[in-house]
Protein backbone atom coordinates (compact mmCIF):
# COMPACT_ATOMS: atom_id res chain seq x y z
CA UNK A 1 0.00 0.00 0.00
CA UNK A 2 1.23 3.50 -0.35
CA UNK A 3 2.39 6.05 1.97
CA UNK A 4 0.29 8.81 1.63
CA UNK A 5 0.77 12.34 3.63
CA UNK A 6 -2.43 14.53 4.22
CA UNK A 7 -2.18 18.16 4.86
CA UNK A 8 -4.68 19.77 7.25
CA UNK A 9 -6.83 17.65 9.52
CA UNK A 10 -9.91 19.61 8.93
CA UNK A 11 -13.31 17.86 7.72
CA UNK A 12 -11.82 17.22 4.37
CA UNK A 13 -8.12 16.32 5.68
CA UNK A 14 -9.88 14.08 8.05
CA UNK A 15 -12.13 11.87 5.65
CA UNK A 16 -9.71 11.27 3.14
CA UNK A 17 -7.52 10.01 5.96
CA UNK A 18 -10.28 7.76 7.51
CA UNK A 19 -11.17 6.41 3.66
CA UNK A 20 -7.97 5.90 2.97
CA UNK A 21 -6.50 4.32 6.22
CA UNK A 22 -8.77 1.91 6.48
CA UNK A 23 -8.43 0.46 2.87
CA UNK A 24 -4.28 -0.10 4.16
CA UNK A 25 -2.74 2.77 3.33
CA UNK A 26 -0.07 4.40 5.23
CA UNK A 27 -1.79 7.67 6.45
CA UNK A 28 -0.23 10.91 8.18
CA UNK A 29 -1.83 13.80 8.57
CA UNK A 30 0.24 16.99 9.00
CA UNK A 31 -2.18 20.15 11.18
CA UNK A 32 -0.05 22.79 11.52
CA UNK A 33 -2.24 24.23 14.78
CA UNK A 34 -2.09 22.59 18.10
CA UNK A 35 -5.20 21.29 17.83
CA UNK A 36 -6.84 19.67 14.55
CA UNK A 37 -10.24 19.98 13.40
CA UNK A 38 -10.31 22.87 11.38
CA UNK A 39 -13.61 24.21 11.03
CA UNK A 40 -15.16 21.34 13.27
CA UNK A 41 -13.39 23.48 16.17
CA UNK A 42 -15.01 24.72 18.75
CA UNK A 43 -13.65 26.94 21.96
CA UNK A 44 -14.68 27.42 25.46
CA UNK A 45 -14.90 30.91 27.42
CA UNK A 46 -16.46 31.33 30.55
CA UNK A 47 -17.31 27.57 31.14
CA UNK A 48 -19.11 27.12 28.24
CA UNK A 49 -18.35 25.90 24.33
CA UNK A 50 -19.01 27.63 21.54
CA UNK A 51 -19.16 27.39 17.67
CA UNK A 52 -16.72 28.00 14.63
CA UNK A 53 -18.11 26.96 12.12
CA UNK A 54 -20.59 24.04 11.50
CA UNK A 55 -23.59 25.11 13.10
CA UNK A 56 -25.67 22.91 11.76
CA UNK A 57 -26.24 19.87 8.97
CA UNK A 58 -28.50 18.46 7.40
CA UNK A 59 -29.81 15.13 5.63
CA UNK A 60 -28.74 13.65 8.66
CA UNK A 61 -31.45 10.98 8.95
CA UNK A 62 -29.83 7.45 8.97
CA UNK A 63 -31.57 7.11 5.31
CA UNK A 64 -30.96 10.56 4.33
CA UNK A 65 -27.11 11.51 2.00
CA UNK A 66 -25.31 12.79 5.13
CA UNK A 67 -26.42 9.89 7.21
CA UNK A 68 -25.60 7.05 4.93
CA UNK A 69 -22.22 8.76 4.49
CA UNK A 70 -21.72 9.31 8.32
CA UNK A 71 -22.90 5.59 8.30
CA UNK A 72 -20.09 4.73 5.69
CA UNK A 73 -17.49 6.69 7.71
CA UNK A 74 -18.47 4.81 11.35
CA UNK A 75 -19.28 7.84 12.85
CA UNK A 76 -22.88 8.04 12.94
CA UNK A 77 -23.39 5.95 16.06
CA UNK A 78 -20.74 8.13 17.57
CA UNK A 79 -22.00 11.71 17.81
CA UNK A 80 -25.08 13.22 19.29
CA UNK A 81 -27.47 15.04 16.75
CA UNK A 82 -30.41 17.37 17.91
CA UNK A 83 -32.70 17.80 15.71
CA UNK A 84 -34.05 21.18 15.02
CA UNK A 85 -38.22 22.20 14.40
CA UNK A 86 -39.26 20.25 12.04
CA UNK A 87 -42.09 23.34 11.57
CA UNK A 88 -39.72 25.89 11.26
CA UNK A 89 -35.62 24.50 10.87
CA UNK A 90 -35.36 28.15 9.36
CA UNK A 91 -36.84 31.24 9.77
CA UNK A 92 -36.37 34.22 7.52
CA UNK A 93 -37.29 37.61 8.53
CA UNK A 94 -38.30 40.46 6.27
CA UNK A 95 -39.35 43.53 6.87
CA UNK A 96 -40.41 42.15 10.01
CA UNK A 97 -42.72 39.50 8.94
CA UNK A 98 -41.56 35.73 9.71
CA UNK A 99 -41.20 33.00 6.97
CA UNK A 100 -40.98 29.78 8.28
CA UNK A 101 -39.34 26.85 6.57
CA UNK A 102 -40.71 23.59 7.57
CA UNK A 103 -38.82 19.98 7.39
CA UNK A 104 -40.22 18.07 3.72
CA UNK A 105 -40.83 20.09 0.38
CA UNK A 106 -44.47 18.86 0.88
CA UNK A 107 -44.71 21.04 4.04
CA UNK A 108 -42.59 23.82 2.27
CA UNK A 109 -44.78 23.89 -0.47
CA UNK A 110 -47.87 23.87 1.73
CA UNK A 111 -46.39 26.81 3.71
CA UNK A 112 -45.23 28.97 1.03
CA UNK A 113 -48.36 28.41 -0.97
CA UNK A 114 -50.58 29.49 1.95
CA UNK A 115 -48.63 33.00 2.29
CA UNK A 116 -48.23 33.58 -1.61
CA UNK A 117 -51.53 31.64 -2.56
CA UNK A 118 -51.69 33.77 -6.28
CA UNK A 119 -48.13 31.91 -6.87
CA UNK A 120 -48.94 28.32 -5.45
CA UNK A 121 -47.87 27.20 -9.24
CA UNK A 122 -45.12 28.59 -9.42
CA UNK A 123 -43.97 27.63 -5.80
CA UNK A 124 -44.17 23.55 -7.00
CA UNK A 125 -42.64 24.13 -9.77
CA UNK A 126 -39.72 25.77 -8.99
CA UNK A 127 -39.39 23.16 -5.59
CA UNK A 128 -39.32 20.50 -7.95
CA UNK A 129 -36.36 21.68 -10.04
CA UNK A 130 -34.75 22.23 -7.07
CA UNK A 131 -35.26 19.36 -5.90
CA UNK A 132 -33.99 17.91 -9.28
CA UNK A 133 -30.99 19.73 -9.72
CA UNK A 134 -29.79 18.64 -6.50
CA UNK A 135 -30.43 14.37 -7.39
CA UNK A 136 -28.84 15.18 -10.72
CA UNK A 137 -25.53 14.55 -9.09
CA UNK A 138 -23.56 11.48 -9.46
CA UNK A 139 -23.46 11.37 -5.53
CA UNK A 140 -26.68 12.54 -4.29
CA UNK A 141 -27.61 9.06 -6.56
CA UNK A 142 -24.80 7.23 -5.71
CA UNK A 143 -24.05 6.32 -9.49
CA UNK A 144 -21.47 7.41 -11.88
CA UNK A 145 -23.68 6.41 -14.46
CA UNK A 146 -27.08 7.70 -14.17
CA UNK A 147 -26.27 11.34 -13.11
CA UNK A 148 -27.96 14.21 -15.20
CA UNK A 149 -24.71 15.53 -16.48
CA UNK A 150 -26.58 18.44 -18.72
CA UNK A 151 -29.15 19.30 -16.13
CA UNK A 152 -25.96 19.83 -13.71
CA UNK A 153 -23.65 21.97 -15.78
CA UNK A 154 -26.89 24.11 -17.07
CA UNK A 155 -27.93 25.53 -13.76
CA UNK A 156 -23.86 26.03 -13.02
CA UNK A 157 -24.19 28.54 -15.24
CA UNK A 158 -27.48 30.21 -14.48
CA UNK A 159 -27.21 32.42 -11.60
CA UNK A 160 -29.59 31.83 -8.57
CA UNK A 161 -31.51 35.23 -8.93
CA UNK A 162 -32.08 34.67 -12.79
CA UNK A 163 -33.90 31.55 -11.95
CA UNK A 164 -35.84 32.84 -9.71
CA UNK A 165 -36.96 35.42 -11.75
CA UNK A 166 -38.07 33.26 -13.97
CA UNK A 167 -40.16 30.99 -12.33
CA UNK A 168 -41.60 33.74 -9.69
CA UNK A 169 -43.58 36.71 -9.81
CA UNK A 170 -43.83 38.09 -6.31
CA UNK A 171 -41.38 40.27 -5.41
CA UNK A 172 -41.49 39.49 -1.44
CA UNK A 173 -40.99 35.66 -2.60
CA UNK A 174 -38.33 36.36 -4.24
CA UNK A 175 -36.14 37.82 -1.49
CA UNK A 176 -38.11 34.72 1.18
CA UNK A 177 -36.42 32.18 -1.28
CA UNK A 178 -33.08 33.78 -0.90
CA UNK A 179 -33.55 33.92 3.12
CA UNK A 180 -30.51 31.78 3.36
CA UNK A 181 -28.37 33.49 1.29
CA UNK A 182 -25.45 33.24 4.58
CA UNK A 183 -25.36 29.89 4.63
CA UNK A 184 -23.68 30.09 0.90
CA UNK A 185 -22.56 33.56 0.69
CA UNK A 186 -24.29 33.92 -2.51
CA UNK A 187 -23.81 37.29 -4.81
CA UNK A 188 -26.28 38.60 -6.61
CA UNK A 189 -25.95 37.70 -10.79
CA UNK A 190 -22.86 35.37 -9.79
CA UNK A 191 -23.60 32.62 -7.01
CA UNK A 192 -24.74 29.61 -9.43
CA UNK A 193 -28.53 28.09 -9.03
CA UNK A 194 -26.80 24.49 -8.78
CA UNK A 195 -25.17 25.66 -5.09
CA UNK A 196 -28.52 26.95 -3.86
CA UNK A 197 -30.48 23.83 -4.88
CA UNK A 198 -27.57 21.82 -2.98
CA UNK A 199 -28.07 23.98 -0.13
CA UNK A 200 -31.52 24.36 0.03
CA UNK A 201 -32.13 20.58 -0.40
CA UNK A 202 -29.69 18.98 1.75
CA UNK A 203 -31.48 21.25 4.35
CA UNK A 204 -35.20 20.99 3.38
CA UNK A 205 -34.73 17.10 3.67
CA UNK A 206 -33.83 17.39 7.86
CA UNK A 207 -31.66 19.89 10.01
CA UNK A 208 -29.37 19.36 13.02
CA UNK A 209 -27.17 20.39 16.07
CA UNK A 210 -24.35 18.78 16.97
CA UNK A 211 -25.16 18.21 20.74
CA UNK A 212 -21.70 18.22 22.15
CA UNK A 213 -20.34 20.53 19.62
CA UNK A 214 -19.00 20.03 15.92
CA UNK A 215 -15.91 18.96 17.34
CA UNK A 216 -16.93 15.85 18.63
CA UNK A 217 -17.22 14.67 15.41
CA UNK A 218 -13.40 14.96 14.80
CA UNK A 219 -12.70 13.33 17.55
CA UNK A 220 -13.85 10.64 16.61
CA UNK A 221 -13.03 10.74 13.39
CA UNK A 222 -9.07 11.07 14.42
CA UNK A 223 -9.60 7.98 16.80
CA UNK A 224 -10.97 5.56 14.13
CA UNK A 225 -7.86 6.92 11.82
CA UNK A 226 -5.27 5.93 14.67
CA UNK A 227 -7.28 2.52 14.92
CA UNK A 228 -6.87 1.63 11.35
CA UNK A 229 -2.53 2.70 11.99
CA UNK A 230 -3.25 6.53 10.74
CA UNK A 231 -0.88 9.43 12.21
CA UNK A 232 -1.83 12.83 12.97
CA UNK A 233 0.79 15.27 13.64
CA UNK A 234 -0.31 18.79 15.00
CA UNK A 235 2.51 21.85 15.11
CA UNK A 236 3.47 21.07 12.16
CA UNK A 237 3.39 24.03 9.69
CA UNK A 238 4.15 23.09 6.18
CA UNK A 239 6.50 25.27 4.23
CA UNK A 240 7.43 23.39 1.17
CA UNK A 241 7.19 20.52 -0.93
CA UNK A 242 9.48 19.11 -2.72
CA UNK A 243 9.46 17.58 -6.27
CA UNK A 244 11.84 16.35 -8.82
CA UNK A 245 11.13 16.59 -12.64
CA UNK A 246 8.26 13.80 -13.08
CA UNK A 247 6.26 14.38 -9.14
CA UNK A 248 6.11 15.01 -5.52
CA UNK A 249 8.64 13.61 -3.07
CA UNK A 250 8.27 14.92 -0.11
CA UNK A 251 6.75 17.23 2.66
CA UNK A 252 8.74 19.93 4.84
CA UNK A 253 8.01 21.23 7.99
CA UNK A 254 9.18 24.26 9.63
CA UNK A 255 10.79 22.36 12.64
CA UNK A 256 12.94 20.74 9.90
CA UNK A 257 11.12 17.52 9.67
CA UNK A 258 11.23 15.94 5.72
CA UNK A 259 8.50 13.71 5.61
CA UNK A 260 8.89 11.77 2.21
CA UNK A 261 6.10 10.15 0.92
CA UNK A 262 4.30 8.75 -2.18
CA UNK A 263 1.45 10.33 -2.61
CA UNK A 264 0.17 14.08 -0.89
CA UNK A 265 -3.66 15.22 -0.66
CA UNK A 266 -3.39 19.16 0.22
CA UNK A 267 -6.72 20.32 1.86
CA UNK A 268 -5.92 23.86 2.69
CA UNK A 269 -6.68 27.15 0.17
CA UNK A 270 -4.69 26.09 -3.00
CA UNK A 271 -3.32 29.41 -3.29
CA UNK A 272 -1.64 28.21 0.15
CA UNK A 273 -0.57 24.72 -2.14
CA UNK A 274 0.77 26.66 -4.78
CA UNK A 275 3.26 28.54 -2.58
CA UNK A 276 4.47 25.64 -1.14
CA UNK A 277 5.74 24.21 -5.05
CA UNK A 278 8.21 27.29 -5.73
CA UNK A 279 10.89 25.20 -6.93
CA UNK A 280 9.10 23.25 -9.59
CA UNK A 281 8.12 23.56 -13.35
CA UNK A 282 5.61 21.02 -12.87
CA UNK A 283 3.00 23.51 -12.46
CA UNK A 284 2.57 26.39 -15.22
CA UNK A 285 2.38 30.20 -14.74
CA UNK A 286 -0.79 30.55 -16.18
CA UNK A 287 -2.57 27.84 -13.57
CA UNK A 288 -0.60 29.33 -11.00
CA UNK A 289 -1.97 33.29 -11.41
CA UNK A 290 -5.66 31.54 -11.93
CA UNK A 291 -5.64 30.09 -8.45
CA UNK A 292 -4.18 33.14 -6.98
CA UNK A 293 -7.06 34.84 -8.75
CA UNK A 294 -10.11 33.35 -7.73
CA UNK A 295 -12.75 35.16 -5.45
CA UNK A 296 -13.22 34.16 -1.94
CA UNK A 297 -16.48 34.52 -0.17
CA UNK A 298 -17.53 36.93 2.28
CA UNK A 299 -15.93 36.65 5.40
CA UNK A 300 -18.06 37.73 8.63
CA UNK A 301 -18.01 39.04 11.86
CA UNK A 302 -19.66 36.85 14.55
CA UNK A 303 -20.93 38.17 18.41
CA UNK A 304 -20.73 34.94 20.84
CA UNK A 305 -23.25 35.11 23.64
CA UNK A 306 -23.11 33.81 26.66
CA UNK A 307 -26.89 34.83 27.74
CA UNK A 308 -27.73 34.24 31.89
CA UNK A 309 -28.39 31.17 33.65
CA UNK A 310 -31.97 30.22 32.59
CA UNK A 311 -32.71 33.53 30.73
CA UNK A 312 -33.49 32.41 27.17
CA UNK A 313 -35.66 29.32 26.08
CA UNK A 314 -33.74 27.42 23.40
CA UNK A 315 -34.38 28.05 20.06
CA UNK A 316 -35.03 25.22 17.57
CA UNK A 317 -35.13 27.45 15.01
CA UNK A 318 -32.43 29.66 12.94
CA UNK A 319 -33.10 33.43 12.37
CA UNK A 320 -32.10 34.91 9.22
CA UNK A 321 -32.81 38.36 9.69
CA UNK A 322 -33.13 41.92 7.17
CA UNK A 323 -33.85 45.14 8.56
CA UNK A 324 -33.47 46.57 5.26
CA UNK A 325 -35.50 44.00 3.55
CA UNK A 326 -33.62 42.39 0.71
CA UNK A 327 -30.66 39.88 1.47
CA UNK A 328 -29.09 40.19 -2.06
CA UNK A 329 -27.82 44.20 -0.54
CA UNK A 330 -26.31 42.73 3.00
CA UNK A 331 -22.96 42.49 1.25
CA UNK A 332 -23.27 46.15 -0.26
CA UNK A 333 -23.25 47.59 3.18
CA UNK A 334 -21.17 50.65 4.12
CA UNK A 335 -19.54 51.88 7.23
CA UNK A 336 -21.99 54.07 8.19
CA UNK A 337 -25.14 51.16 7.49
CA UNK A 338 -23.89 47.95 8.77
CA UNK A 339 -24.90 45.24 9.30
CA UNK A 340 -27.72 44.76 6.82
CA UNK A 341 -28.66 41.29 8.24
CA UNK A 342 -27.85 38.76 10.69
CA UNK A 343 -27.91 35.33 11.17
CA UNK A 344 -28.58 34.18 14.76
CA UNK A 345 -28.75 30.34 16.45
CA UNK A 346 -28.55 29.29 19.80
CA UNK A 347 -25.93 26.43 21.21
CA UNK A 348 -25.53 24.62 24.51
CA UNK A 349 -28.70 23.46 25.22
CA UNK A 350 -29.02 23.28 29.50
CA UNK A 351 -31.11 19.62 29.60
CA UNK A 352 -32.07 20.29 32.67
CA UNK A 353 -34.09 23.87 31.84
CA UNK A 354 -34.38 23.50 27.93
CA UNK A 355 -32.68 27.00 27.86
CA UNK A 356 -29.95 28.06 25.96
CA UNK A 357 -26.52 28.37 27.62
CA UNK A 358 -25.01 30.22 24.26
CA UNK A 359 -25.89 32.24 21.35
CA UNK A 360 -24.29 32.76 17.76
CA UNK A 361 -24.67 36.03 15.75
CA UNK A 362 -23.11 36.44 12.48
CA UNK A 363 -23.21 38.58 9.97
CA UNK A 364 -21.01 39.60 7.01
CA UNK A 365 -17.89 41.70 6.71
CA UNK A 366 -15.31 42.05 4.26
CA UNK A 367 -11.11 40.93 4.67
CA UNK A 368 -10.45 44.76 4.02
CA UNK A 369 -12.25 46.28 6.79
CA UNK A 370 -9.64 44.35 8.99
CA UNK A 371 -6.64 44.01 6.37
CA UNK A 372 -4.57 46.82 8.37
CA UNK A 373 -4.16 44.31 11.23
CA UNK A 374 -3.46 41.19 9.23
CA UNK A 375 0.59 40.92 10.11
CA UNK A 376 -0.48 41.11 13.95
CA UNK A 377 -0.77 37.97 15.79
CA UNK A 378 -3.76 36.40 17.58
CA UNK A 379 -4.64 38.21 20.90
CA UNK A 380 -2.14 40.34 20.37
CA UNK A 381 -3.36 43.19 17.81
CA UNK A 382 -3.65 46.25 19.96
CA UNK A 383 -6.34 48.52 21.15
CA UNK A 384 -7.07 50.15 17.82
CA UNK A 385 -8.46 46.21 17.20
CA UNK A 386 -10.19 45.53 20.15
CA UNK A 387 -12.17 49.14 19.79
CA UNK A 388 -13.00 47.92 16.41
CA UNK A 389 -14.44 44.91 17.36
CA UNK A 390 -16.64 46.48 20.49
CA UNK A 391 -17.59 48.93 18.27
CA UNK A 392 -19.01 46.58 15.96
CA UNK A 393 -20.30 44.15 18.28
CA UNK A 394 -22.19 47.11 19.79
CA UNK A 395 -23.82 48.42 16.34
CA UNK A 396 -25.18 44.73 16.20
CA UNK A 397 -26.26 44.51 19.38
CA UNK A 398 -28.05 47.52 18.57
CA UNK A 399 -30.18 45.99 15.13
CA UNK A 400 -31.13 43.07 17.21
CA UNK A 401 -32.25 45.16 20.13
CA UNK A 402 -34.97 46.91 17.78
CA UNK A 403 -36.34 43.60 16.57
CA UNK A 404 -35.77 41.97 20.15
CA UNK A 405 -36.30 44.64 22.86
CA UNK A 406 -34.66 43.68 26.26
CA UNK A 407 -32.12 41.49 24.35
CA UNK A 408 -28.71 42.95 25.74
CA UNK A 409 -30.34 42.14 29.54
CA UNK A 410 -30.06 38.81 28.75
CA UNK A 411 -26.83 38.59 28.19
CA UNK A 412 -23.94 37.90 30.57
CA UNK A 413 -20.87 38.06 28.28
CA UNK A 414 -20.10 38.25 24.79
CA UNK A 415 -17.00 37.71 22.66
CA UNK A 416 -16.19 38.52 18.81
CA UNK A 417 -14.19 36.96 15.97
CA UNK A 418 -13.57 38.95 12.85
CA UNK A 419 -11.94 37.18 9.08
CA UNK A 420 -9.08 38.10 10.53
CA UNK A 421 -9.95 35.88 13.69
CA UNK A 422 -10.89 32.51 11.28
CA UNK A 423 -7.91 32.99 8.91
CA UNK A 424 -6.21 32.50 11.37
CA UNK A 425 -7.62 29.98 13.33
CA UNK A 426 -8.72 27.92 10.78
CA UNK A 427 -6.76 28.58 7.88
CA UNK A 428 -9.09 30.02 5.66
CA UNK A 429 -7.92 32.42 2.94
CA UNK A 430 -9.15 36.12 3.68
CA UNK A 431 -11.02 34.73 6.59
CA UNK A 432 -13.76 33.87 3.95
CA UNK A 433 -17.07 31.14 5.46
CA UNK A 434 -16.68 29.17 2.71
CA UNK A 435 -13.31 29.25 0.72
CA UNK A 436 -13.50 30.44 -2.78
CA UNK A 437 -16.45 31.47 -4.45
CA UNK A 438 -18.79 30.55 -7.03
CA UNK A 439 -18.81 32.82 -9.94
CA UNK A 440 -20.93 31.90 -13.40
CA UNK A 441 -18.88 34.88 -14.86
CA UNK A 442 -15.57 32.74 -14.94
CA UNK A 443 -17.26 29.53 -15.74
CA UNK A 444 -14.56 26.59 -15.75
CA UNK A 445 -12.28 28.53 -14.85
CA UNK A 446 -13.53 29.61 -11.62
CA UNK A 447 -13.83 25.72 -10.21
CA UNK A 448 -10.49 24.40 -8.98
CA UNK A 449 -10.59 19.93 -9.43
CA UNK A 450 -8.94 17.85 -7.50
CA UNK A 451 -6.33 16.53 -9.25
CA UNK A 452 -3.18 18.74 -10.08
CA UNK A 453 -0.40 18.67 -12.90
CA UNK A 454 1.55 17.00 -10.63
CA UNK A 455 0.36 13.15 -10.87
CA UNK A 456 0.99 12.17 -7.25
CA UNK A 457 -0.78 15.52 -5.87
CA UNK A 458 -4.20 16.04 -5.12
CA UNK A 459 -6.67 18.04 -3.20
CA UNK A 460 -9.40 18.57 -1.60
CA UNK A 461 -11.79 20.82 1.61
CA UNK A 462 -14.10 23.15 1.02
CA UNK A 463 -12.19 24.54 -2.30
CA UNK A 464 -13.42 21.04 -4.13
CA UNK A 465 -16.30 20.72 -5.22
CA UNK A 466 -18.20 22.62 -2.29
CA UNK A 467 -18.15 23.72 0.95
CA UNK A 468 -20.02 22.25 4.23
CA UNK A 469 -19.75 19.40 5.86
CA UNK A 470 -21.88 17.15 2.71
CA UNK A 471 -19.86 19.25 -0.01
CA UNK A 472 -16.34 18.69 1.93
CA UNK A 473 -17.16 15.49 2.04
CA UNK A 474 -18.19 14.38 -0.93
CA UNK A 475 -15.37 16.11 -2.35
CA UNK A 476 -13.03 13.78 -0.23
CA UNK A 477 -14.82 10.97 -1.53
CA UNK A 478 -13.74 12.01 -5.24
CA UNK A 479 -10.34 12.32 -3.99
CA UNK A 480 -9.95 9.07 -2.47
CA UNK A 481 -10.95 7.62 -5.89
CA UNK A 482 -7.82 7.80 -6.83
CA UNK A 483 -7.08 5.44 -4.38
CA UNK A 484 -10.30 3.35 -3.97
CA UNK A 485 -12.74 3.19 -6.86
CA UNK A 486 -15.54 5.54 -6.87
CA UNK A 487 -18.24 2.74 -7.67
CA UNK A 488 -17.28 0.38 -4.52
CA UNK A 489 -17.09 3.77 -2.00
CA UNK A 490 -21.22 3.85 -3.70
CA UNK A 491 -22.03 0.52 -3.33
CA UNK A 492 -20.80 0.53 0.24
CA UNK A 493 -22.92 3.57 0.97
CA UNK A 494 -25.83 2.04 -0.77
CA UNK A 495 -25.80 -1.16 1.79
CA UNK A 496 -26.83 1.28 4.54
CA UNK A 497 -29.45 2.17 3.08
CA UNK A 498 -29.96 -1.29 1.80
CA UNK A 499 -29.90 -2.25 5.75
CA UNK A 500 -32.29 0.63 7.00
CA UNK A 501 -34.85 -0.21 4.57
CA UNK A 502 -34.66 -3.86 6.04
CA UNK A 503 -34.77 -2.92 9.29
Request: net charge neutral; glycine share 8%.
Amino acid sequence: MSRITIIGSGLGGLTCGLILAREGHDVTILEQQTRPGGCLQCFSRSGVKFETGMHFIGSAEPDQLLGLILRYLEVYDKVRLQPLDPQAYDIVVIDGEEFAYPKGYDKLTEALTRRFPHEAENIQKFLKLVKDVANASAMHRLSVDESDFVLTTRYQMESINSVIDKHISDPLLKRVLVGNLPLYAGIKDKTPFSTYAFITDFYVKSAYRFADGSEALSDVMIDLIKSYGGRLITARKVVRIECDEHKARAVHTADGTRYETDYIISTPHPARTIEWLTDTKLLRPAYRNRIRGLPNTLGAFSLYIKFKSGAVPYLRSNYYEYPEGDPWKCDRYTDENWPLGYLYMHFSRDETTDTAKTGVVLSYMRYDDVRQWEGSEPMKRGKEYEEFKRRHAERLLDVIEQRHPGFRDLIDVYYTSTPLTYRDYTGVEGGGMYGIAKDISLGAAGRVTHATRIPNLYLSGQNINSHGILGVIVGAVITCSEFVPIDKIFSQIKSFYTSSLAQ
